[in-house]
């Protein structure tokens, strides 16, 4: 069992800059791959990025790709994105997970724990 807790969300404008992060508690968080997935208001959820357990491989979304960039620290339990040059169509919560499956996936059906989320919301 794995419990996630994201942070880091605000109001930012075009342009800047903010760091997720996601905290896990439970056992064995190392073993998991790490996802961040984001929902706007009437829009299904969507993949953002993805690391692997060890941190060695990283898979991301091509509107994320170049711009955000998902690392973890797993001393720590923490998984972070930092998002870069923000876009009003970044506007979304956004989600961590945790996959006990794949080496990293894309897809949300590898994803066996969620957190609650975080408001992103980006002024033009």
């Known amino acids: 069992q794995v419990q996630l807790v994201e942070s880091g969300g605000g109001l930012v404008q075009a342009g800047g800059s903010l760091r997720l992060s996601c905290a896990a508690s439970g056992r064995s968080f190392s073993v998991y791959a790490m996802g961040w997935f984001r929902q706007a208001p009437g829009k299904e959820r969507q993949f953002v990025a993805a690391?692997?357990?060890?941190?060695?491989?990283?898979h991301y979304s091509t509107s994320a790709r170049g711009r955000f960039i998902v690392s973890r620290d797993n001393a720590k339990n923490l998984v972070y994105l930092r998002m870069n040059s923000l876009k009003p169509d970044d506007t979304a919560v956004y989600y961590c997970?945790?996959?006990?499956?794949?080496?990293?996936?894309?897809?949300?059906?590898?994803?066996?724990?969620w957190g609650q989320g975080t408001q992103v919301t980006v002024s033009s």
């Open positions: 997970a945790a996959s006990p499956y794949a080496l990293y996936s894309e897809r949300d059906d590898q994803y066996d724990y």
């Open positions: 690391i692997s357990w060890n941190g060695d491989n990283t």
